[in-house]
């Protein structure tokens, strides 16, 4: 089937304009995770979904950073007004419901999307 | 401290040798651990899970030692195509979502 999918796969931005990233996670994944991982370092987790409900925005670097999630299904990251240290990949990842695979033994597992690779000018 | 570390490496493998290294993570509570494969300039892919005293896919044996806090992965009769970067991943009790990433071991397999 199909996997997680983002987009656009490239952005080059003007530092101080509005940029807005789209991941679409695997139908059925209710949920839904937003990374961030700058050149040759690891991954920075940014923010979480259950649902269309964050109960974890701890990761968000700062207040020019937003995302949301509607139809239990697309979620949008917002960074307004962009610097050069978003400069980055933005990383999306589904899962099931962390809840229920912890319920039937199973362990949750993350599925990623390609990423969007941001250039901040 | 970082909350998973790992050797940056990188990890240069001749051909069909074997390959192992660890990862510590400072939450004792952690219950889950992962290892992950992110090749370059590709999304994280699961490698394997990690579960109580560690399991083997194939090649790919994981082990878990809750007292030391650490886990290790060893490739045995390493294959080109195993060259990338692991990560090891942690998922902390307190926070079921918000999984930990290490930064990754490079691996590099020679002919």
């Known amino acids: 089937g199909a996997g997680v999918s983002q987009s656009p796969s490239n952005k080059v931005t003007e530092k101080g304009k509005d940029v807005e990233l789209r991941c679409d996670p695997i139908s059925g994944h209710t949920a839904l995770y937003w990374y961030r991982q700058r050149l040759g370092q690891g991954l920075e987790f940014l923010i979480y979904?259950?649902?269309?409900?964050?109960?974890?925005k701890s990761g968000l670097p700062s207040d020019r950073f937003s995302a949301e999630r509607t139809g239990e299904s697309v979620s949008t990251l917002t960074i307004q007004r962009t610097q050069q240290e978003d400069s980055a990949v933005y990383l999306c990842?589904?899962?099931?419901?962390?809840?229920?695979?912890?319920?039937?033994?199973?362990?949750?597992?993350?599925?990623f999307g390609p990423g969007t690779r941001l250039l901040v000018l | 401290r970082k909350e998973v570390e790992q050797d940056p490496g990188p990890f240069n493998v001749p051909e069909g040798a074997t390959v192992a290294f660890n990862c510590t993570y400072s939450n004792s509570a952690s219950q889950s651990f992962f290892w992950y494969r992110q090749d370059c300039r590709k999304e994280p892919k699961l490698l394997m899970s990690v579960y109580s005293s560690g399991n083997e896919d194939g090649r790919f044996t994981a082990q878990l030692n809750r007292a030391s806090q650490y886990i290790s992965l060893l490739i045995r009769d390493s294959k080109l195509s195993d060259s990338a970067t692991y990560l090891c991943v942690v998922n902390p009790t307190d926070s079921w979502g918000k999984l930990q990433f290490g930064a990754g071991t490079q691996v590099v397999v020679t002919p």
């Open positions: 990842a589904s899962s099931l419901d962390p809840g229920v695979a912890g319920l039937a033994g199973g362990v949750e597992t993350q599925y």
């Open positions: 979904f259950q649902g269309n409900s964050a109960p974890d």
